[in-house]
């Protein structure tokens, strides 16, 4: 019965009425495999994650830089700050390195000492 509903449905309706529905569906299947091919093509997909990506660390940055330039004083303190740091470690190295190297100078001096033949010092 219900397949007899349909097919008077289908007859009462015009030929224009039919071809436009045919166009509406041609469309419609159109657009789902564009989707589909979409969804399937990994490496567009991959390269659109990618510019998203690129899009979303250049707004941070943009965003970072104007935070900066809106109120320096804390981040130009915390530069100062970790700058003296790193030329306070490096002093700290060169002590180090310096220290390091003296008993060897001594070593070598009383060396030199000996084989001048002079008696070494206490």
């Known amino acids: 019965m219900a397949n007899t509903q349909y097919a008077n449905q289908q007859s009462a309706q015009s030929p224009q009425e039919l071809q436009a529905q045919v166009e509406q569906t041609r469309a419609e299947l159109a657009d789902t495999v564009d989707q589909l091919t979409q969804k399937t093509d990994v490496k567009a997909r991959a390269k659109d994650a990618g510019n998203r990506a690129v899009a979303s660390g ?32 490096a002093v700290l190295i060169a002590k180090k390195r ?4 003296q008993p060897s100078q001594r070593l070598s001096q009383a060396l030199r000492t000996q084989a001048r033949g002079r008696p070494k010092r206490k």
Request: aromatic share 2%; no cysteine; hydrophobic share 55%.
């Open 98 to 101: 310096q220290r390091a190297k």
């Open 58 to 89: 250049k707004d941070t940055a943009n965003r970072a830089v104007a935070t900066v330039r809106a109120n320096p004083a804390p981040f130009g303190a915390a530069a100062a700050g970790a700058l003296a740091a790193v030329v306070a470690t």
